[in-house]
């Protein structure tokens, strides 16, 4: 830590003190040289839970040290320091797969944390240190695991547990947030002293947030009051407050007085030292008002949303007696890996409502205003049902719009790109709402099949059923009319479909500017046949090839291999 041009703090692991000494004098002057041995200095005095065990009286809460809970740890699990065993079952309850009792002033070794994570089953395990005076012992066994072990560097309980809460966030996303939130941590002044501007004496109730000494009062009560003037705002979304061992009615009843709009929640842990942990979500100020969600069917990638603010809710789908979620559990490659070589036919379902309300409610307490969800056809699927039964579980008081894209694949994630563009660029929920419905009149979208029976079995093709049914040698171009699968023609053969597509895309350039996306899912004989499509466009200057699209499970298990093509009209 530089604190001018000649001066700096330097804190050094090594197993030769001595060696490093030797540089660092050759370097310069040495001031305040403090040695330590990490290994004693981290070592605790637990004993083991067979000697506490034969100790007469002693209850089994005060033994158990270690809590698992394996079933979340899907597929990464998170290990948590943590103060006692309540919140030690808080953070089991809120998603952690393991916690280890000892924080503030019961620090555990590196040789307890690596008994934990050898305890741990996960393809990789996240270390939630919760102390900064952890975060090296926590290092130290990390490095010494034979697992993937990361060690997230969070400095109190509540920042760990924020971090537990929201663990389907990314890295990066979490990181961001917990540099705007505050965690508080009220406690008393051992002894006076000065920190900056603040004078403090022994007694007074002091006030650390994020790690930094920043208030003082001589009661709790007054002390949170002040906090609350200097932290809440108009971008305060919630407060989790957890009360110790030395909590007080006067504190308690200040910790609610806060504006009706911030959720307000609160444990009791009983911890020591604390009688108080106070946790203040913001809300991101480059948030949009406006949340976009989609369905796995649309098929978008991150590449394709890059940039755009979009939430996606998988659909289901499961093979032989194996249940999986859409790009979350089974990839594309894996999937039409499995469709051509064993010849089987999956079967699909919606998320519930549950799951969907789930999403609603996170997105709401994140601070978005309201929500458009924008889902593959309703005659093909029952999400938007369950869309509006979660949208009735959550209340009127709510906005939730959902939207029929009357379409599947890059025809639904056109309009979710397009509705995420128009949110970034300021528009209300009435534009946005009125240009979805005018895509819908503009799309045309053609595909065509290897196998029929996919088709038929899954009770999809609609219309064309009755049409195609028996026919061995012609092969059929469907298209996707108002939502549903119906009969465009019957050629022979697979040039027959081709040279039938390519003519569509070319009269469509003649009279329109449009916006071309190509697709398929399968071999690379699919593949082949979309970059086919695509070349069409390369001849006219009003055909735009946007992308082109791998077609997944979703959509897959019902149609088998399959490509095809899309058109929407640029004129509005």
């Not at 998170?78 to 006692?84: E, G, L, P, Q």
């Not at 038929?456 to 049409?467: E, F, L, N, P, T």
Request: include cysteine; charged fraction near 25%.
């Amino acid at each position: 830590m530089c604190t001018n041009s000649q001066k700096t703090k330097t804190h050094i692991h090594t197993n030769h003190p001595g060696q490093v000494l030797e540089i660092a004098a050759a370097l310069g002057n040495l001031n305040n040289i403090k040695i330590e041995n990490m290994l004693i200095q981290h070592r605790n005095l637990l004993v083991t839970e067979a000697e506490l065990s034969q100790v007469e009286g002693l209850s089994k809460s005060k033994v158990e040290t270690f809590l698992l809970r394996s079933e979340n740890a899907t597929p990464i699990a998170y290990f948590a320091i943590v103060d006692n065993i309540d919140l030690g079952n808080r953070f089991l309850d809120d998603g952690a797969t393991a916690v280890l009792v000892g924080g503030q002033t019961k620090n555990p070794s590196v040789s307890d944390i690596e008994t934990g994570l050898k305890k741990i089953h996960a393809k990789t395990i996240i270390i939630l240190p919760n102390n900064k005076n952890i975060i090296s012992s926590a290092k130290m066994a990390a490095e010494r695991s034979e697992k993937e072990v990361i060690v997230f560097e969070t400095k109190s309980m509540l920042e760990g547990h924020y971090v537990v809460k929201h663990k389907e966030e990314s890295m990066e996303i979490l990181l961001q947030q917990l540099t705007r939130n505050y965690s508080i941590e009220i406690t008393k002044a051992s002894r006076n002293t000065k920190v900056d501007d603040l004078e403090i004496e022994k007694g007074d109730c002091i006030a650390l947030v994020n790690g930094r000494i920043v208030e003082k009062a001589k009661n709790n009560a007054t002390l949170i009051k002040t906090l609350y003037a200097r932290y809440l705002n108009r971008d305060s979304l919630s407060i989790f407050a957890v009360l110790g061992k030395d909590k007080e009615e006067e504190g308690i009843k200040a910790l609610k007085e806060h504006s009706s709009r911030i959720r307000y929640q609160e444990f009791e842990a009983k911890q020591e030292n604390y009688p108080y942990y106070i946790y203040v979500e913001q809300r991101d100020p480059n948030l949009p008002r406006i949340a976009i969600v989609t369905d796995s069917a649309s098929d978008l990638t991150p590449e394709l949303m890059k940039g755009y603010d979009i939430h996606i809710i998988p659909l289901r789908l499961k093979i032989g007696d194996k249940n999986y979620e859409d790009g979350v559990t089974i990839t594309r490659k894996e999937f039409w890996n499995r469709i051509l070589r064993e010849k089987i036919l999956p079967k699909t379902s919606q998320p519930s409502p549950a799951e969907l309300h789930r999403l609603y409610q996170n997105l709401f307490d994140k601070g978005y205003e309201s929500i458009i969800t924008i889902l593959l056809s309703s005659k093909l699927s029952g999400t938007q049902q369950a869309a509006k039964i979660a949208k009735e579980m959550i209340g009127n008081d709510k906005e939730i719009y959902i939207v029929d894209s009357k379409a599947v694949t890059f025809a639904e994630a056109h309009q979710v790109l397009e509705a995420a563009r128009l949110v970034k660029e300021g528009a209300s929920t009435k534009a946005i709402l009125e240009r979805l419905y005018e895509l819908q009149d503009q799309m045309k979208i053609y595909f065509a099949v290897n196998d029929i029976s996919y088709l038929q079995k899954g009770g999809r093709i609609g219309r064309a059923s009755s049409i195609i049914g028996g026919l061995l040698k012609v092969k059929p171009i469907l298209k996707l009319e108002d939502g549903e699968v119906t009969l465009e023609t019957k050629v022979i053969g697979e040039r027959g479909a081709l040279s039938y597509m390519e003519k569509l895309i070319k009269n469509e350039g003649k009279k329109n500017s449009i916006i071309l996306y190509t697709a398929w899912g399968g071999s690379n004989q699919e593949l082949h046949n979309a970059d086919i499509l695509k070349k069409t466009s390369e001849d006219s200057r009003k055909i735009e090839h946007r992308s082109r699209f791998e077609i997944g499970p979703t959509i897959g298990s019902h149609s088998g291999p399959v490509y095809g093509f899309g058109m929407i009209s640029k004129i509005r």
